[in-house]
Every structure is written in structure tokens, then in C-alpha cells.
């Protein structure tokens, strides 16, 4: 191996980094690594091989992900029902975890300039005078996009601070126990007369499209076990409520509503107009890239 060869291999893990942070999939991930592997070897060696690299990189993202907006792809993923992360590489399961779901998911919502402006400065500590030259825009253009971005994935609570620490609280404990398949500890989260209804594209075989009281609701959460393991708290509309999204692309949503400290009503989301028209943000101290 060169010593060129040798050197990119040291900057590989941290370039795929970037790359699936901007992306959001291995496999493109490692296209985008290797293609700047084919440019440096074209180029020769650089001064500044980390900097370079993470530019090359991120350009090479940037178009990728304007050609993915070109073909108008749906940013709900038409996941199928048997799809789960241990279906893919382990690896890729791991960098979904470590990045989260909800992340990945908000991150699919903003421009490709706006993602990669954000994923740069605010993972990776890249300036903005960086930034710029990457997006082929000013340092204050760039740094206009993180801040909108940031926003975008921070998004607004609909109620104080308080009232939607309770609202995690509560929609933890019922993720937890839907994971578990409790059904005693789903009765404990459930408010008696609690109504879950989901639209015709969450339905599966055996599901109604409307149940009603504690005992029925737990027993068709229970079934949710599962595609509970990939599921993340999430703001929802303002409140809280939970995204499943295996590999990171989004398949349904729970909208949640909690009165009295239980969860009065559920909503299961997956019909893809519908999903287009949630807002869909990351909770707390998981807001970051």
C-alpha cells in the first residue's frame, strides 16, 4: 500500500462519518468515500489531506443529495413491514443508533445545503469559512443556513418545558412496555377509555382501524413489540409523540395526546400525505447533529 493509500485509510472511519451523517445511508456513504479516494489518487498528495478530504467529501454529498431531491424522492421511505436494522449491515444498525432516528428523519426535511451546513458545523466543528467554500456560498450565507436548519430540527413546543417533560415521561413509559410486550405495564400507562385509531395505510392484517378501552388497545400494542424497537420519541406537531423508522427512513408516526398523566388517545400515522404534513422535530438534548 502507498503511502498516499495509507493515509486515507487513517481519514476512512472519519469521513464516513460525515458522509452518513449527510446521507443517512452506509452503502451511499461508502460510495461517496470512495469516489474521493478515485479524486485523490487523480490529484496526488495535498497539504492539508484531513481538511481536503472532509471538503471533497462533503461535496460530493452535497451532490448527491441535490440529485436525490431532482428525482423527487419521497422523504417518507416506502419501508417494507419485514425491513429491520438487523436486516442490514451491523454497522449500519450501530451508526443509526449512535446518530438517532429522529435525527435522521429531521434531517431528510432539510435542504441539501441546509444539511450539509449543519451536519459540518455542528458535528464536526467546521468553520463556516470552510462551509462556504463547500456550498459555493459566503461564510454569512452559510452560516444563515446551519442557523435555519438548527431550528428546523429543534423545532417549537406547542407547551412549556414542564408539561412536555411530563409528556416524555409518560410516552417513555408506554415505549418501554410496548417493547417489552407488558401488557400489565401498558394498563398502567393507558388511560381507561383510551381510543387508538390508524389510517388505512398503518393497517395491518388483524388490525382494526379503531379500538377503544385499556384492555384492547394493550392487547393490539403489544403486537407493536416488534417495530417498537424502532421507535424514538420524537416532537410531534409541537407535543410529543413517537417515530419508527427503521434504518433511519421513516415509516409511521404516533401522534399522542396525554391528559391526567395517562395517554388518552393514539393515532397511527402512515399514509404519506399525511406523514408530509406533520411536523416533525427532534426532543431536548437529542436536537443535535
Not at 449512535?98 to 426535511?109: F, N, Y
Not at 451536519?119 to 463556516?128: E, N
Request: proline share 5%; charged share 30%.
Amino acid at each position: 500500500m502507498s503511502d498516499l493509500a495509507e493515509r486515507f485509510e487513517v481519514q476512512r472511519p472519519h469521513l464516513r462519518r460525515v458522509a452518513y451523517r449527510m446521507l443517512g445511508s452506509l452503502s451511499e456513504a461508502d460510495d461517496a468515500v470512495q469516489e474521493a479516494w478515485f479524486r485523490l489518487s487523480r490529484t496526488g498528495d495535498v497539504e492539508n489531506l484531513p481538511g481536503w478530504l472532509t471538503t471533497v467529501v462533503s461535496r460530493i454529498c452535497l451532490d448527491m443529495l441535490r440529485s436525490r431531491k431532482a428525482r423527487r424522492e419521497e422523504i417518507v421511505d416506502s419501508v417494507p413491514d419485514r425491513a429491520t436494522d438487523g436486516d442490514g449491515p451491523e454497522d449500519e444498525a450501530l451508526l443509526v443508533e449512535s446518530v438517532g432516528r429522529a435525527l435522521l428523519v429531521v434531517l431528510d426535511l432539510l435542504s441539501p445545503a441546509e444539511r450539509v451546513a449543519l451536519v459540518l458545523h455542528d458535528t464536526f466543528a467546521v468553520p463556516f469559512d470552510q462551509i462556504a467554500v463547500v456550498l459555493e456560498r459566503t461564510p454569512a450565507a452559510a452560516k444563515k443556513l446551519a442557523s435555519r436548519a438548527r431550528q428546523r430540527v429543534r423545532g417549537t413546543p406547542a407547551v412549556p418545558e414542564p408539561e412536555l417533560a411530563r409528556q416524555r415521561h409518560i410516552v417513555d413509559a408506554f415505549l418501554a412496555a410496548a417493547r417489552e410486550g407488558d401488557f400489565a405495564a401498558l394498563l398502567e400507562v393507558l388511560a381507561p377509555d383510551v381510543v387508538r385509531t390508524a389510517d388505512a395505510a398503518a393497517l395491518r392484517p388483524g388490525m382494526a382501524a379503531r379500538a377503544q378501552g385499556a384492555e384492547a388497545v394493550a392487547e393490539q400494542t403489544v403486537g407493536f413489540a416488534r417495530r417498537s424497537r424502532y421507535a424514538e420519541v420524537a416532537l410531534v406537531d409541537g407535543a410529543v409523540g413517537v417515530i419508527v423508522a427503521p434504518r433511519g427512513r421513516l415509516l409511521f408516526v404516533l401522534t399522542v395526546t396525554v391528559a391526567d398523566d395517562r395517554i388518552a388517545s393514539y393515532d397511527v400515522v402512515a399514509d404519506p400525505a399525511r406523514l408530509a404534513g406533520l411536523d416533525l422535530a427532534v426532543l431536548g438534548e437529542e436536537a443535535r447533529a
